[in-house]
């Protein structure tokens, strides 16, 4: 990314194929692989480019993140990045 907000942030790309038998993220040219290690004062933003042309998929995207013993599984949205709006998934609601 560039100057200004968000200046200087690393991107880690990934594309899922979401007609594939059992979706898996494939990192694109230029990225690192998972897992991606982060910090408050070394924020990075995750791309995930999700596409289907043979089936109607519905789907979600969870993160699970770390920290020492502490885990937690966080539901991720809509990025505003030229995303498309998806149905929530059942759970979570």
């Not at 038998?21 to 990075?44: F, I, M, N, Y």
């Not at 937690?72 to 059942?90: D, F, N, T």
Request: proline residues 9%; charged residues 25%.
């Amino acid at each position: 990314m560039g100057e200004g907000c968000g200046g200087g942030v690393g991107v880690h790309s990934y594309d899922l194929d979401l007609d594939a038998a059992r979706p898996r993220p494939v990192v694109t040219q230029g990225s690192t692989g998972l897992p991606v290690k982060v910090s408050e004062g070394d924020p990075e933003v995750i791309e995930v480019t999700a596409e289907t042309t043979s089936h109607d998929v519905s789907w979600y995207l969870e993160l699970e993140r770390s920290s020492g013993n502490r885990k937690r599984v966080l539901p991720i949205g809509l990025g505003p990045i030229g995303g498309r709006a998806w149905e929530p998934s059942p759970f979570q609601r």
